[in-house]
T-cell receptor, first 116, second 110 residues
Framework: NAGVMQNPRHLVRRRGQEARLRCSPM?????VYWYRQLPEEGLKFMVY????????ESGMPKERFSAEFPKEGPSILRIQQVVRGDSAAYFC??????????????FGNGTRLTVT | GIQVEQSPPDLILQEGANSTLRCNFS?????LQWFHQNPWGQLINLFY???GTKQNGRLSATTVATERYSLLYISSSQTTDSGVYFC????????????FGSGTRLLVRP
């Protein structure tokens, strides 16, 4: 019973390149959440997606960042034209429903993005 | 919005010692989670504890929701307990938005 799977674990990009981070939710889960952790800080919410729908992207920067969760395949967090300030750990979590208030949120192992 | 504060920010223990980590929150919450982020960056779910006390081996947690705090107890600490401990609570208006504290960084020395 695999947990939330994220890949790659580490990603190095030069300034201006694109970064694509992938998240496969737990089996049976159709709700995905992306969080970002800057160095020495706690995690901060970015975006909430269901299959083929973005439900809440209020925590995501307006430019260069986008997310999708297609009908088939993993959820993708895409960062275009990366800058040094994008260097962070990006975590994904999933749930079987949107009623997360009454159950724990489990995170994947994260993708550590380094922009050089 | 809700504020989450953790104390102490840093803690150094000798192996075998006990410790208590605290999490204060500024508003009533309907759940609270404790996480351990190990030195490799993995985020491990320790407790989901809206109220009351739970125990898991050498770790236990207590949440007193009416007084807006939670405590994480680590007994007989081991070097593998090192890392950062976070508590997190959901926002009222959107429960999938967890608000994380700034963490307690624990170092257990052999």
């Amino acid at each position: 019973n695999a947990g939330v799977m994220q890949n790659p674990r580490h990603l190095v990009r030069r300034r201006g390149q694109e970064a694509r981070l992938r998240c496969s939710p737990m089996k049976g889960h159709s709700h995905v959440y992306w969080y970002r952790q800057l160095p020495e800080e706690g995690l901060k919410f970015m975006v909430y997606l269901q299959k083929e729908n973005i439900i809440d992207e209020s925590g995501m920067p307006k430019e260069r960042f986008s997310a999708e969760f297609p009908k088939e395949g993993p959820s993708i967090l895409r960062i275009q034209q990366v800058v040094r300030g994008d260097s962070a750990a990006y975590f994904c979590a999933s749930s079987p429903s949107d009623r997360v208030w009454n159950s724990p949120l489990h995170f994947g192992n994260g993708t550590r993005l380094t922009v050089t | 919005g809700i504020q989450v504060e953790q104390s102490p920010p840093d803690l150094i223990l000798q192996e075998g010692a006990n410790s208590t980590l605290r999490c204060n929150f500024s508003d009533s919450v309907n759940n609270l989670q404790w996480f351990h982020q190990n030195p490799w960056g993995q985020l491990i779910n320790l407790f989901y504890i809206p109220s009351g006390t739970k125990q898991n081996g050498r770790l236990s947690a207590t949440t007193v929701a009416t007084e807006r705090y939670s405590l994480l107890y680590i007994s007989s600490s081991q070097t593998t307990d090192s890392g950062v401990y976070f508590c997190a609570v959901p926002r009222r208006d959107s429960s999938y938005k967890l608000i994380f504290g700034s963490g307690t960084r624990l170092l257990v020395r052999p």
